[in-house]
């Protein structure tokens, strides 16, 4: 989930995929942090981003295990 608008420069990022999944964040175009899923399948991000309209993006790699 991600916040509509803040007022702060510190945002929380979360959701929930499969167990064990490798989740990319972009902010802007740029790979800024990436976390592995926990075996319920959630995972999040504490992030501080730039001042302005910002875009985000998360990309879900399948493990291969």
């Known amino acids: 989930s991600f ?3 803040t007022s702060s420069a510190d945002i929380v ?3 929930v995929s499969m167990k ?3 989740i990319n964040l ?3 175009g740029s ?3 990436k976390t592995k899923t ?3 399948g959630t995972f999040s991000f504490k992030e501080t981003i730039p001042t302005g309209e910002n875009v ?3 990309r879900l790699y399948e493990s291969v295990t």
């Open 56 to 58: 985000r993006l998360i």
């Open 13 to 15: 990022i979360s959701g």
């Open 31 to 33: 790979l800024v942090n």
């Open 26 to 28: 972009y902010i802007n």
């Open 3 to 5: 916040p509509q608008a």
């Open 38 to 40: 926990k075996d319920d």
């Open 20 to 22: 064990n999944q490798m």
